[in-house]
C-alpha cells in the first residue's frame, strides 16, 4: 500500500501551506548563505529578508509599451513552478500528493520555467531583458537533456518514478554511491535552471542583469525568490534522490534531510561562487559534447547494475 | 528596407541583411554613458541584429569634465580598479570583490602588507582560472603590429601582473576607432567584454572630432 500524502494526512489547506512555508524558508537560506558568500561578511546573510520587505512597498517601473499581461504573467510562474517542484519533495518522509511519476512532475515544472523566464524577458519590451530571455532558452538546450538523464536515473535504480520510492530504495546505501555523475549533473542542473552562479548568463552583468533588468517592486521580489526556492527545493531534492533523504542514525529523518540540504546548498554556492559566469555557447557545448554522453553511460551503468539485481 | 508604422510613439525596427545572408530587424541602441564595469561617459551606438553589433560608434560624453575629475593613481591601484571592472562584468563578483579590497587597502587602508597579499592573491587566481580564459577566450583579438593577436584573456592577465606589483610595461592606449573595429561582429556580451577589457581614457575635446554633445 503506497503512503500517504501530506495532503491526506493535514489535510489539503494546511499541507499546501506548509509546503510553501518551508519553500520560503529554504529560498532565504539560499539566497541568505548566496548573499554572505558573495560580500564576505556573515551578517549580510539577513539582507534578503531586508530587500524583500523593501520590493514589497516600492513602486513599479513601467517601460515602454510592454506587454503587461504576459510579463506579470511570467513573473508570477516562476515562484508557482518553484513551489509546485517542491510539492513531489518528500518533507519528513512524504510529499504534498504523489503522482505515479513524480520525478516527471518535478521535471516538468523546471520545463514549463522555460515558457516562464521567456515572457519575464518578453514583456517589458526592452532589448536587454528580452536578451536575457534568448540566452536562457539557449541555456535550456545545454542543461535540459543531461538533467532528464540524471533524474531518469535515479528512478531507474528505484524501479519507480515516485520519490518516496526512490527514498526507500536507499535503506542500505545512498544512491549518489553508483550515481555520481547523475547527482553532480543535477545539481548543476538546478543552478542552470536557476540561472544562478556560473550559470546566470540570463541575468548577467554584461546585459545589464538581463531578464532581471526592467523587473521593480513585487515582480522582481516574485522572480528573485522564485529562483531562491528553485535552488532551495532543487537541493532537498538532490538529498532525498541521491543522498537516503532522511536516512541518518540519532536525529530525527526530517532534520537529517535539513542537514543534508543544507550541506548540498553550502556546497553548491562555494563551488558556484568561485567561478565567472559561462557564456551560454560555451555551456552548450559542454552540455551536449561531455554531459549527455556522460549521464547516458551512467544510465547504462545503473541499467546493468539493476539487471544484476544490484538494488533489490 | 522597409518602416513597419510606430508603437508607441516610436518607429518600428527596420530590416537589414545579416551575416547569414538573411533580413533580420536591425535594432538601434545606445550603451552608456554609465554602465558597470565601463569607464563614465563612454557610450557605444550600436546597430543590433538579434544579439550580435553590425555596426559600432564609440564616443566620449563631456570629456573635459571627466578628465579634470578624475584623480592620478599609482599603476597598481588603477590595475586592481580595472580589473575589478572587468570581473564585474565577467559576472565573478567574489574576485571583483577582493580586487576592490586589495585597492581600499592600498589606497588607504592601515597594514599594506595584508592588503599586498590579497592583491597578489585575487591576481593569481584571476590569472590561473581556466573557466575564465575557456569562457572569454578567442574574443577581442586586436589587429595591431606590436601588440598583434592579443585578446581579452591575455589583456586582463597584464593587468594581473601590474595588480600583483611587477613592473610591467603598460601599452598605447587604445584609440576608440580601434575599440570599433574590435566589437564589430561581436555578441553583446562580448562587446561589453572587450571593451571593459581595454584601457580607455577620455580624450578631450579638442582634439578628436568625436565628440558628442548630450
Redesign the interface.
Known amino acids: 500500500m503506497p503512503e500517504q500524502t501530506l495532503a491526506e494526512t493535514w489535510g489539503l489547506a494546511p499541507a499546501v501551506l506548509g509546503v510553501v512555508v518551508v519553500g520560503l524558508f529554504l529560498g532565504l537560506v539560499v539566497a541568505g548563505i548566496d548573499r554572505a558568500v558573495v560580500s564576505g561578511a556573515p551578517g549580510s546573510a539577513v539582507e534578503p529578508v531586508r530587500s524583500s520587505a523593501r520590493l514589497l512597498v516600492e513602486q513599479r517601473r513601467i517601460t515602454l509599451a510592454p506587454d503587461r499581461l504576459l510579463w506579470r504573467l511570467g513573473c508570477a510562474a516562476v515562484p508557482i513552478l518553484a513551489l509546485l517542484s517542491l510539492a513531489v519533495v518528500p518533507i519528513g518522509g512524504r510529499t504534498l500528493w504523489s503522482t505515479s511519476a513524480d520525478l516527471v512532475w518535478f521535471n516538468a515544472m523546471e520545463a514549463l520555467l522555460w515558457a516562464a523566464v521567456w515572457l519575464v524577458g518578453w514583456g517589458p519590451n526592452a532589448f536587454h531583458a528580452l536578451t536575457g530571455g534568448y540566452r536562457f532558452l539557449a541555456q535550456g538546450l545545454a542543461y535540459e537533456l543531461p538533467l532528464m538523464f540524471a533524474l531518469i536515473t535515479a528512478g531507474l535504480a528505484a524501479g519507480s518514478l515516485r520519490t518516496t520510492d526512490v527514498l526507500a530504495a536507499q535503506q542500505d546505501l545512498w544512491l549518489v554511491v553508483t550515481m555520481p555523475v547523475a547527482f553532480l549533473v543535477f545539481v548543476a542542473g538546478a543552478a542552470a535552471f536557476a540561472f544562478w552562479g556560473p550559470l546566470a548568463a540570463p541575468a548577467a552583468v554584461d546585459i545589464a542583469g538581463g531578464v532581471t533588468s526592467e523587473l521593480s517592486g513585487v515582480d522582481r521580489l516574485l522572480v528573485q525568490a522564485g529562483r531562491a526556492v528553485f535552488l532551495g527545493a532543487s537541493a532537498a531534492m538532490a538529498a532525498a534522490l541521491f543522498l537516503g533523504g532522511d536516512a541518518g542514525p540519532w536525529l530525527p529523518g526530517p532534520v537529517w534531510h535539513l542537514l543534508k540540504t543544507l550541506a548540498v546548498v553550502a556546497a553548491l554556492v562555494w563551488v558556484g561562487r568561485r567561478l565567472p559566469v559561462l557564456r551560454p555557447d560555451r555551456t552548450v557545448e559542454v552540455g551536449w559534447m561531455v554531459l549527455v554522453p556522460l549521464t547516458l553511460v551512467q544510465a547504462l551503468v545503473v541499467a546493468v547494475l539493476v539487471q544484476e539485481g544490484f538494488y533489490a | 528596407m522597409h518602416h513597419g508604422g510606430e508603437?508607441?510613439g516610436?518607429p518600428m525596427a527596420s530590416t537589414g541583411p545579416d551575416r547569414d545572408g538573411l533580413e533580420l530587424d536591425v535594432?538601434k541602441?545606445a550603451l552608456g554613458p554609465v554602465?558597470?564595469?565601463w569607464p563614465t561617459g563612454l557610450v557605444l551606438r550600436a546597430d543590433?541584429q538579434?544579439?550580435v553589433l553590425t555596426s559600432a560608434e564609440l564616443a566620449w560624453l563631456d570629456a573635459d569634465a571627466l578628465r579634470t575629475g578624475q584623480a592620478p593613481q599609482d599603476s597598481q591601484c588603477a590595475a586592481l580598479d580595472r580589473l575589478a571592472h572587468f570581473?564585474?562584468?565577467?559576472?565573478?563578483?567574489?574576485?571583483a570583490?577582493?580586487a576592490r579590497r586589495a585597492r581600499d587597502g592600498l589606497v588607504g587602508g592601515v597594514d599594506r602588507e595584508a592588503a599586498q597579499r590579497l592583491a597578489q592573491a585575487v591576481a593569481r587566481r584571476v590569472r590561473r582560472?581556466r573557466?575564465?580564459s575557456?569562457?572569454?577566450g578567442g574574443i577581442g583579438q586586436v589587429a595591431s603590429q606590436h601588440r598583434a593577436g592579443e585578446g581579452v584573456v591575455d589583456r586582463v592577465r597584464r593587468w594581473c601582473d601590474i595588480a600583483s606589483g611587477q613592473p610591467v610595461e603598460e601599452p598605447p592606449a587604445t584609440s576608440l576607432d580601434e575599440v570599433a573595429a574590435l566589437v564589430e561582429g561581436a555578441?553583446?556580451?562580448?562587446a561589453?567584454?572587450i571593451v571593459a577589457s581595454l584601457d580607455i581614457t577620455p580624450v578631450p575635446a579638442a582634439s578628436t572630432p568625436e565628440h558628442v554633445h548630450a
Open positions: 508603437v508607441a516610436l535594432l541602441v554602465l558597470p564595469g543590433l538579434g544579439d570581473l564585474d562584468v565577467a559576472g565573478w563578483p567574489t574576485a570583490r577582493d582560472s573557466t575564465l575557456w569562457t572569454a555578441e553583446i556580451g562580448s561589453r567584454l
